[in-house]
């Protein structure tokens, strides 16, 4: 158990819906990470924030957005959802994501997204 | 850019041989590297890690990687391999983004599988 938790395990949605994935970053760990896992794309960095704050931007469509609350949990929010985005979603986090990349990243069980 | 390239999607082996899962990198300076481990149905979990210390590296539950700066590999190895060894293994370098910022990129992974 990393002690990063994600929820739900599972979603099943329509295409052009919208869904919100949770995740609450291990105790003390300051930085939040999301990736995609899907069977074409392999695993992608989507994005990064640390303390509250965008620190890194990777291959984030403009349809999805998250943020990082006061309490360090963060959410991943998919709009106008397309058959292309079932794909299972992992959070990461690590101390403070400021290390020049050194640093080790503990992964959350994924949120695995079905979209019909 | 860096990029990081697994050289086999998928490694058999019987139990009780030797294991090696063969990464390549690009890199056009010192870069951190990781392998990771997903067993099936679960989360990410780190194996081990180069930061510009040891070249040889030593992991968890057995596994070593040796870092080859001629060869530009990172290639993950482990004496004696066992039927809980079966997993996809994902080679990994940090790489600094368009934003300045690292960000991890990640290899296409490579399915080990353990013949009893």
């Known amino acids: 158990d990393s002690g990063v938790t994600q929820t739900p395990k599972h979603l099943i949605t329509a295409t052009g819906q919208r869904v919100t994935l949770r995740c609450s970053p291990r105790s003390g760990d300051l930085s939040v990470y999301w990736y995609q896992q899907s069977l074409d794309q392999g695993l992608q960095f989507l994005i990064q924030y640390y303390n509250g704050e965008e620190r890194a931007k990777g291959n984030i469509l403009e349809r999805f957005s998250a943020q990082q609350f006061p309490d360090l949990h963060s959410e991943l929010n998919l709009s106008s959802l397309e058959l292309g985005d079932s794909a299972l979603y992992f959070c990461?986090?690590?101390?403070?994501?400021?290390?020049?990349?050194?640093?080790?990243?503990?992964f959350g069980p994924g949120t695995r997204l079905l979209v019909l | 850019a860096q990029s990081v390239t697994q050289l086999d999607s998928h490694v058999s082996v019987s139990e009780g041989t030797p294991v090696l899962l063969r990464c390549n990198y690009s890199s056009s300076y010192s870069p951190s590297l990781f392998w990771y481990v997903q067993h099936p149905n679960k989360g990410l979990q780190l194996l081990l890690k180069y930061t510009s210390a040891a070249t040889l590296v030593k992991g968890i539950n057995g596994f070593e990687a040796e870092f080859k700066k001629s060869e530009t590999s990172f290639h993950l190895t482990k004496p004696s391999a066992h039927m809980s060894d079966a997993a996809e293994y994902f080679c990994?370098?940090?790489?600094?983004?368009?934003?300045?910022?690292?960000?991890?990129?990640w290899g296409a992974g490579t399915k080990l599988i353990i013949k009893p």
């Open positions: 990994v370098v940090s790489d600094l983004g368009p934003d300045s910022n690292y960000q991890l990129i």
């Open positions: 990461a986090s690590s101390v403070d994501g400021t290390s020049g990349g050194r640093e080790t990243q503990y």
